[in-house]
């Protein structure tokens, strides 16, 4: 089993479970909430989050095929908890960028060195309040 997958496997185990409940208060960190495909098991997963104007990217170090990538695909959107906050997210598309402007050069640094090149991109959902603006007409 390659490395990468023994640390995917070890965190899912592990570290998700002890790490889940404080990595939104680090900064630059947050936590996924999403649902599994089969079981509909609600899940918690720490992820490494940068932001892109209004979306948000979330590393892939593990890459595009990890179960929860492939459940808040399959949901359309998930919830990220970040600090004391909880942002409702959708429109999930994947990427690949070595080096995308708005990652910091320490962590760009990092993703270099460790082959992470995937990124997943995701857009707030819009509140009814921000849909009842936009759509409001002009006199």
Known sequence: MPSRRRAARFNRK??????????PHFPGFGVVCH???????QYRTPVKVF?????????????????WVRNVRAA????????????RLTMPQLGVDPAPPEIPAFFRFVRR???????????????????????RPTL
């Open 35 to 41: 649902r599994g495909r089969t079981s509909g098991r």
């Open 76 to 87: 359309g959107g998930c919830d990220l908890e970040i600090g004391r906050q909880r942002v």
């Open 14 to 23: 592990f570290a998700n479970h002890i790490f889940g409940r404080v990595m």
């Open 113 to 135: 060195k460790l082959h992470t090149t995937e990124l997943l991109t995701l857009e707030p959902a819009e509140t009814a309040d921000q849909a009842a603006v936009r759509l």
């Open 51 to 67: 932001r892109s104007g209004r979306n948000y990217l979330i590393s892939l170090p593990y890459g595009s095929e990890a179960d």
